[in-house]
């Protein structure tokens, strides 16, 4: 595995309410190696999203980091103030958000918009050399430099995207984090905002990591995929054999349920709903779930096991028959 | 489409089109046509407006309107229109000053209240609850008295009136947009605090303001009226439109009605002006201004 730009140490992310803590994130750990496409995958309510909120440290309240670290090219972001960690959001990590019909501030021109941060980051001196580099931002994602001009309600919402990852990369970060870029777009557009994504990952050599609750895109893209339950890392590893050897039942009932293009595939849900986080089950959080569940699941919380591949499974009946 | 008089040449456009622009253009010809009233003074008034056709020591009865005197004459033989025209001035003054200082006061307060929240938030808002509990002319006539007559000190004392106004419907803008995805996509991209409400959430809340401001003149001048009813803004015979209306109560039950009905009317319409801006771009923004 090459030296992680980013690596996750036991990180919680509690939401806290009158009924008590919400354990979003509970110990997560996971190493994302520089120059890979890393999807983390999951269920509404897997922690995923929190996940990438927390790198950002923009957690809303009352969501507050608990506990662990997150080492960002050898700096712990947990540490940082609040003045430092702004300077690290935008210039060394972007991030792309899931609804672009509301990601763009409506009364303000898409150029202004992409041209602050050329201005607040200190790269442009004044509004024309910002407006010149917005308009090359803009050609960067495939759109007309022309378009600086533009109001979002002009645009589509494939374009707008392409707008909000324009302002994302536009200091060429090293890390690009995007939360379900394409959820709220149709599937050709979808397509060609993850081509978008791969070129400019190239391009600018970034690093990527993408939340997803779709697994069939994190396989097509990804160098690796680490699936999220109940506020856990669960598997992770690398795409192809986290896709085509799953060790965790819960992977494997992802991949199960996902459809495929010819409809051959016969597809099989996995049954029950994801936990209340404030109350989470004993043992494995999967348990009550688990096709293969047996006593000691519901006692004993499995341990994540690194395996050789680098990869990372945490379930007791995993390495069962190997 | 583009370059600073394209904008301009578009945001006057924008002023004729969209729900409420008859509103909005029927206020700002009323409120022009005082301004320019006001400016012109000199030039449209008649009559001086403490001249008197009649020597001081001379009590003479008020004048019915007539050819000399459109709006009738004072019982101090001053002339009615001449006197609306060169008290638009000062209500105008007065009007403005104390709609613009509530504002800078205000809006401030009510993006950083709203932006921010937490103890700071809480207690704002009811220091600003405070204040908008009292009646306006109540307040206003008990911080004038104290600051003693002047038009700049009536401005003042209207002012602390709407300021809560302002803050209130700022806070309440602010608490929504606050909210939205793309103040999270900017704070994303690492802009500060200043930035993010300065660049998004001021622009947004805009609107607002402009009707917040539309609201807050047309009761500050009714109640500017009422102060100049009570002699705290202008010393008479200065002209000012609620000190005549005072001046002239006395001859009411002689059958003098102009010399109240005027001055009544001219604050009536003036009101109405902004009123009609107010609403107009309510109606345009879809911004609810219960209150």
Known sequence: ?322 | MTGRGGRLVGALAGLARGPGAGMRLAGLAIVAAFATIAVLAPWIAPYGPEETSVPASLAVEPQPPSREHPMGTTELGFDVFSRIVWGSRVVLYVVALSALMAMAAGVPLGLVSGYYGGPLDRALSMVMDSIYAFPGIVLALAVASVLGPSPENAAISLSVVYVPTFFRMVRGQVLEVRESLYIEAARALGYPDRVVMLGHVLPNVAPTILVVFGLAATDAILTEAGLAFFGLTVSYPQPDWGLDLRVGLRHVADGVWWTTFFPGLAITLLALGFALIGEGFGERYAIRTER
């Open chain 1, 1 to 322: 595995m090459a030296e992680p730009i980013l690596s996750i140490e036991d990180l919680r992310v509690y939401y806290d309410t009158l009924l008590g803590p919400v354990r979003a994130v509970d110990g997560v750990t996971l190493e994302v190696p520089r120059g890979e496409w890393v999807s983390i995958v999951g269920e509404s309510g897997s922690g995923k999203s929190t996940l990438a909120y927390a790198i950002m440290r923009l957690i809303p309240p009352p969501g507050r980091i608990a506990g662990g670290r997150i080492v960002f090219e050898g700096t712990d972001l947990t540490s940082l103030s609040g003045e430092e960690m702004r300077r690290v959001r935008g210039r060394r990590i972007g991030m792309v958000f899931q609804d672009p019909m509301a990601s763009l501030d409506p009364v303000r021109r898409v150029g202004d918009q992409i041209g602050d941060v050329y201005l607040e980051h200190g790269v442009a001196s004044d509004r024309r050399e910002a407006r010149r580099l917005a308009g090359e931002a803009l050609e960067m994602v495939g759109l007309p430099a022309s378009w600086v001009d533009r109001y979002p309600h002009q645009l589509s919402g494939g374009q707008r995207q392409r707008v909000l990852i324009a302002a994302a990369v536009a200091l060429k970060p090293s890390l690009l984090i995007a939360d379900e870029p394409t959820t709220a777009l149709d599937v050709i557009v979808q397509d060609k905002i993850m081509d978008l994504i791969e070129d400019l990952k190239r391009e600018l050599r970034m690093t990527v990591v993408l939340i997803t609750h779709d697994i069939a895109l994190a396989a097509e893209r990804s160098t690796r995929i680490a699936v999220m339950y109940a506020g856990k890392l669960v598997e992770y590893g690398p795409v192809d054999a986290v896709v085509e050897d799953p060790l965790h039942p819960y992977t494997r009932g992802l991949i199960e349920s996902a459809p495929d293009l010819w409809g051959e595939k016969r597809l099989r849900g996995i049954p029950g709903y994801p936990p209340d986080l404030r109350r989470p089950p004993s043992g494995c959080r999967f348990h009550p779930r688990c096709p293969l569940a047996v006593e000691r699941c519901r006692s004993e919380e499995p341990r994540p096991l690194r395996l050789e591949g680098g990869r990372l499974v945490a379930c007791h009946r995993a390495l069962e028959g190997r």
